[in-house]
C-alpha cells in the first residue's frame, strides 16, 4: 500500500487565464514605395502604423507612408523618430527601411540670347552701340539718318522718304505756303508755332512726326555699306513727343519689311518708274478702291514709289505697300528699259605720214627659187668688189 502522504494531491502552480486574442482582420499585403514617391518632395520619415482606422488598440500589419517636414535641398536625411508601439505577440516587427538617398540635380543651363536680334547692317550696329552709350547727336550715312537723345530715338530722315510737311501738304491739312511761313516763323520751335497758330492739332502732328520718322529709319537702317559719320551737335528741327528705343525702332522696321515681302517679295517696283498695266486685276486686293484709283490716276510711267508718296500726301510705307499689291494684282508694272544698241564701230583711223622717209625693212627671200638664188649671188658678188 502506498503511504497516506502520497495520496494527497500535490501542489500545483496557479495559471491565470489567457485572454482570447481579438482576431486581426486580414489585410492584403501593401505594395512597395513607388519610385516617384521617393524622388518626390514628401520624405520618407518614417514608417507608423496607421492607428485609429481599425478601432482602439487593434494592431495593423502593414506600414504607411507619412510626410514630415521638408528637408534643405542636398541635406542628408535624418533618421526617424521611433514611435512607441506595443509589440503583438502574433506579429514580428517592421524592419526599419533603409535610408533614402535624394538624387543631386545639375544646375541648369543659362539660355541663350536669340540671335535674330542682332544687327543687320552696319549702319544698325554703329546706331545700337550709340544708343546702349547713351549718346545725343545724328548717325549720318548715305541712304539717311538717325537723331538720337540720350539713347532714344527722335527723329530719322531720308532723301526719298515723306517728310513732315509732304504729309500735311499733301493730305490738304496746310497748304504749302503755311508751311514755308510756319518754317520761317517759328524757328527753333515749330512745333510749338504749328500748334499754337491752331494750324494742326496735337494728335495729327505727332502721327506725322511718327509716320516721316518710321520711313526714314526704313531706308537708314538698310544702308548696307558706306562711310558713316557721327554728329554730336545736330539737331532735328520736328522730334517725336514719345521717343523710341533702338529695338523698337529695329522691331517696327523689321515687321514693315515682312509685310512688303509678303505682298510682292521683289523691291524692283521700289524704285523703278511705274505704269499702268490697265488690265483687269486678277486676284482681290486690300487697297479701298479711292485709294486705288488716285494711285492708278498718278501714274505715268516717269513717277516712282516715292514721288508718288510725296505727291499724293501718303507716308512712303503706305504707298510701297499699295504698290507691290496692285502689281501683285496685274495692275501695276515697271516698264523695262529700251535695249540701247551697240555702237557702230568706230572707224580705223589711217597712220599718219611720217616727216622723214626711212628704206623699207629686209624682205624675206625664198632661196630655193633659182632666180632669187642667181640675184643673191649677183649681190654677194657685187658687194664683195
Not at 83 to 110: C, M
Not at 312 to 332: K, M
Amino acid at each position: 500500500m502506498w503511504p497516506a502522504d502520497t495520496l494527497a494531491p500535490t501542489a500545483t502552480a496557479v495559471v491565470p487565464p489567457v485572454p482570447p486574442v481579438t482576431p486581426v482582420p486580414s489585410m492584403p499585403s501593401m505594395p512597395s514605395v513607388p519610385p516617384l514617391l521617393v524622388a518626390s518632395p514628401v520624405s520618407v520619415r518614417q514608417l507608423v502604423p496607421a492607428a485609429g482606422q481599425f478601432g482602439h488598440g487593434a494592431e495593423v500589419p502593414g506600414p504607411y507612408l507619412t510626410a514630415g517636414p521638408a528637408e534643405a535641398p542636398g541635406a542628408e536625411p535624418q533618421p526617424a523618430a521611433p514611435q512607441p508601439t506595443a509589440p503583438h505577440p502574433a506579429a514580428p516587427l517592421a524592419a526599419e527601411p533603409p535610408a533614402v538617398r535624394r538624387r543631386a540635380h545639375a544646375a541648369p543651363l543659362p539660355r541663350r540670347r536669340r540671335s535674330s536680334c542682332a544687327p543687320a547692317t552696319t549702319f544698325e550696329a554703329a546706331l545700337t552701340d550709340l544708343a546702349a552709350d547713351g549718346s545725343t547727336g545724328a548717325l549720318h550715312g548715305p541712304g539717311g539718318a538717325v537723331h538720337l537723345a540720350g539713347g532714344l530715338v527722335v527723329h530719322a530722315e531720308a532723301p526719298s522718304a515723306a517728310t513732315v510737311g509732304h504729309l500735311l501738304t499733301g493730305a490738304g491739312r496746310i497748304t504749302v505756303r503755311e508751311w514755308e511761313d510756319s518754317l520761317l516763323l517759328g524757328a527753333g520751335r515749330l512745333a510749338e508755332y504749328l500748334l499754337g497758330s491752331g494750324l494742326v492739332g496735337a494728335g495729327e502732328l505727332e502721327l506725322a512726326r511718327l509716320a516721316a520718322t518710321l520711313d526714314g529709319a526704313q531706308e537708314a537702317l538698310a544702308q548696307p555699306d558706306g562711310e558713316l559719320r557721327f554728329d554730336p551737335e545736330a539737331r532735328p528741327v520736328l522730334r517725336l513727343a514719345r521717343p523710341l528705343s533702338v529695338l523698337e525702332l529695329r522691331g517696327a522696321v523689321g515687321r514693315r519689311r515682312s509685310l512688303l515681302d509678303g505682298c510682292w517679295p521683289s523691291a524692283e517696283l521700289d524704285r523703278a518708274p511705274l505704269q499702268s498695266t490697265g488690265a483687269a486685276p486678277t486676284r482681290r486686293t486690300a487697297v479701298p478702291r479711292r485709294r486705288r484709283q488716285a494711285l492708278l490716276a498718278a501714274v505715268d510711267g516717269t513717277r516712282t514709289a516715292p514721288e508718288l508718296a510725296r505727291l499724293l500726301g501718303r507716308s512712303t510705307y503706305g504707298t510701297l505697300l499699295d504698290v507691290r499689291q496692285l502689281a501683285a494684282a496685274g495692275l501695276l508694272t515697271a516698264p523695262r528699259p529700251a535695249a540701247v544698241p551697240d555702237p557702230p564701230p568706230a572707224a580705223v583711223p589711217q597712220a599718219a605720214l611720217p616727216d622723214v622717209l626711212l628704206p623699207p625693212a629686209p624682205r624675206s627671200y625664198d632661196s630655193s627659187d633659182p632666180e632669187v638664188g642667181l640675184l643673191l649671188r649677183l649681190r654677194a658678188a657685187l658687194e664683195a668688189l
